[in-house]
């Protein structure tokens, strides 16, 4: 069985600074992984997604994240933050044969002035 | 882009009531609708995936004959809490696909609170 785990479930930082919010997966066969934002009462939006080919894959709002198979990690990052930014984030995955999606257990990102 | 919509945003209803809501999507034909529940400051759990026309298989630990899923139309899926009681409160938000892996579109969410 495949799992996400988002070892942050909260991440404070300050304004125009850098973040990293961490994503590991476990899974036995090839996967894909994505990674979501939610503001409150909202549904999700898909910020990246790594299929296949290059590692580092680049998202909207100035967000990308690497995919690294011998570590199971895809931590997304972004070099300079907003407080536009502040939201959870949650990191999923899924893998051939199963279409419905592994969240994690989301990292909410405070972004402060 | 691709847009999924789901009605009603937000519901109140008493408990042994029954509540549907409905997840469309509205631009694109979707062969593959998901569900998922969201417990507050948690993570979202899958309840069930949904094919165009066939039975929804559910997750392990669902009941199926408590939410009832119906997709009906390739635009087109509910999900009905039936006999709902207050820890049936949750958000749940629907998801649509089409072909492949590249991308779920996720619908907006609807609160439900059962009094």
């Known amino acids: 069985a495949q799992s996400v785990t988002q070892l942050d479930s909260q991440v404070p930082v300050f304004e125009e600074a850098p973040v990293e919010l961490r994503c590991n997966y476990s899974?036995?066969?090839?996967?894909?992984l994505f990674w979501y934002v939610q503001y409150p009462n909202q549904g999700l939006q898909l910020l990246l997604k790594?299929?296949?080919?290059?590692?580092l894959v680049k998202g909207i709002n100035g967000f990308e994240a690497e995919f690294n198979k011998s570590q199971t990690s895809f931590h997304l990052r972004k070099p300079s933050v907003h407080i536009s930014d502040t939201a959870e984030y949650f990191c999923?995955?899924?893998?051939?044969?199963?279409?419905?999606?592994?969240f994690g257990s989301g990292t909410r990102l405070q972004v402060q002035p | 882009g691709a847009v999924v919509s789901q009605h009603p945003s937000r519901v109140i209803c008493k408990s042994g009531t029954s509540v549907k809501i409905e997840c469309r999507s509205l631009?694109?034909?979707?062969?593959?609708m998901f569900w998922y529940r969201q417990f507050p400051k948690k993570s979202l759990m899958l309840m069930a995936t949904?094919?165009?026309?066939?039975?929804?298989?559910?997750e392990q630990g669902v009941e199926k004959d408590k939410f009832l899923i119906n997709h009906a139309s390739l635009t087109l899926s509910t999900l009905t809490v039936t006999s709902a009681h207050p820890e049936d409160s949750s958000f749940y938000i629907c998801?649509?696909?089409?072909?492949?892996?590249?991308?779920?579109?996720f619908g907006p969410g609807t609160r439900l609170t059962v009094l």
């Open positions: 631009d694109f034909q979707a062969t593959t």
């Open positions: 790594y299929l296949s080919g290059s590692t």
């Open positions: 999923a995955v899924t893998y051939t044969g199963r279409r419905a999606l592994t």
């Open positions: 949904s094919n165009e026309g066939s039975k929804a298989t559910y």
């Open positions: 998801s649509a696909g089409t072909s492949g892996y590249n991308e779920q579109f």
């Open positions: 899974s036995s066969v090839s996967v894909y």
